[in-house]
């Protein structure tokens, strides 16, 4: 299994490559965007700043130092959809760089624009925006063009396993490091790009739940009770789905969500790649992260013993409450309890108990 | 059904002539192919069309979709959220409607708070009144793929005049903001092995409560209790500040702002009022909008 590391400049590449990355993926935020859109619109799914490079020279140095390092660059275009003045802009760019021989690969969701990219020659991953949760929808965005499909962050093991198990043929890329949606992303109709408005999905909601027989509140008091445990429990798992700040482990690694102990399954399956999340982390998040990834892929290539790399997962991570909690999981079914240090969570209130 | 449709809409859109049936959002709540025939016969009764809805599916709910679509005539109008499920409707012969999830639109319910200070100065972009539709080649792609008409919601925003060339149907009064896997009202009751992952089976609790969801950023006018979020205008409560985890809005009953609504997976807003009016002459006067699916309750 490939690892797929993000990068932000022409710097952060070599240490990137020395860590361990095998594929790299970049964010093109091209000059002239600002002002013709405003600031309400992206060209991506990340704003601009440290997540994405602005020009094509910055680009060609990009991919300059990517070649020299002998892994590809990926460049995505990944937004849901766009207008044909921004698809044109957008497309305009991407010849130039397929010229140059700048981008190995663009991810792309919008259908449209993954045809029209197919088009002017370029080789198209289907970004996990495009959403593909089973063989069949990966049949069709591959027909459709993607050279490679690239999966839901909310499938379980098991069924990315019968999801590659029916179409063997495919190239497919996992999630293993960094960020989750609370939504299906491709299923998610709000913006990160309002200023001062922040993420939607983490807002701190006042939720008021009502039976829908009566219109009315909840009255019995144990239904009652597992509510206000739920909403707890569920403030506790919409914080573990972003950076949660460092391990206790050796690395000190970044805490985000983890697909560290399901990476011998994975591979197991043939995925071709994982990815990092995290174009516009600082350079030492990503380089732990992919030292993480490959720590425990190569550990798992050169022993086979997949409960011993699921333990030096688990240790390397640090977190014996999150890997405890399964909330910062991408794949909790890949958990062994017995490998996790700590017993459950002592921490909030007790859930409610049935009569 | 015909009631409560009337009842939204002042009547103003004239009598149901079509059955959706289905869901668009959640594979645990499919109907059985039993339930799909007892709808048919139910619209044929009446001399109505029928549409079927289908969710976003995994490989394991393949074969109960592949039943319902056994279940209808031939050339039945199945609206899909999945790609898979397009592929298998065209192969079965039947319609494929693209679904309002499939067709990529911001539907951010916190738009229309926006202003001029939070985009400092620059306009807000074209992009948020279209959707995937605004695409000449999303266009050419549906074509292709055999999609003969598309399902989209009226965003609190507005939309610019949609292009001509695919009929199109839209949802009222429910719009989809979001939709996932992880369902916090499915973890209801569930230990903690299964709370917010996506469930491999579920007992639907979603078919007995709603969640209205009041946040600071859907008020404009906090007062003095307030204090300013990004500059003049927009405003969050000072205890909202001080204590972000509960009980830091304004009495509920005394709140005017608007609330969202999550029904299982999925959150939708609602649009009332001016809104809903202005929504519905929209797609009235819309050359390429030729029918309005009513919702008379949250589509879920």
Known sequence: MNILSPVGNPDEVAPLVEAGADELYAGLFPQGWYERWGRGSWPNRRGPGPANVETMDDLGRLADAAHKGKVPLFVAFNQQYYPDDQADFLLDIADQALARGLVD?????????????????????????????????????????????????????????????????????????????????????????????????????????????????????????????????????????????????????????CGLCAIPELMDLGIHSGKIVGREANLFRKIRSVQAVRYIRDAYRDSGDMRAAKGQAVEMRGDGPGCSSGYSCYYRSARDRSLIPLPPRPRGPRRPRSR | ?????????????????????????????????????????????????FTMLTPYVTDAFLPPVDEQLAALAPGTEVVVEDWGVLRRARAAGHLPVLGRGLHRLTRDPRLPDVGPEHLRGDDPPSSWQQGSLGSRRFRAFLKRSGVGRVHLDVPLQGLSPLPEGVPVAVHLPYGMIASGRICMVSSWGKPASQRFVPPRHCDAPCRRFTVALRAPWSRRDGGAESVPLVSDGSFIPLSHVLNRRRNALPEAEADPAPRFLQKGNTHFYRLEGDALEQAAAWAQESPVVDRVVLEPDLPM
Request: hydrophobic share 40%.
């Open chain 1, 105 to 257: 690969a663009f991810i792309v969701t919008d259908p449209g624009m993954i045809a029209a990219l197919k088009e002017a020659g370029a080789t198209v991953f289907a970004s996990t925006v495009a959403v593909a949760l089973n063989a069949d929808s990966a049949r069709f965005l591959s027909e459709l063009g993607a050279d490679r499909i690239i999966l839901s962050r909310h499938l379980h093991l098991a069924e990315i396993k019968e999801l590659a198990e029916a179409a063997p043929d495919l190239d497919l890329e996992v999630f293993l490091m960094n960020d989750n949606c609370y939504f299906e992303e491709g299923f998610c109709s709000t913006t990160h790009s309002m200023p001062g408005f922040g993420v939607y999905c983490m807002t701190p909601w006042e939720l008021q739940v009502t039976e829908d027989e009566t219109g009315g509140g909840i009255t019995e008091p144990e239904e009652r009770a597992r509510w206000d445990f739920l909403v707890e429990e569920h403030r506790e798992f919409l914080r573990h789905l972003g950076s949660r700040g460092h391990g206790e482990g050796k690395l000190k690694m970044p805490l985000g969500p």
């Open chain 2, 1 to 49: 059904m015909e009631d409560r449709g009337e009842d939204v809409l002042g009547g103003a859109l004239g009598a149901p002539s079509r059955l959706y049936f289905g869901v668009e959002f959640c594979q645990h709540l499919m109907p059985t192919a039993a339930d799909v025939a007892e709808a048919r016969a139910w619209a044929e009764e009446r001399g109505w069309g």
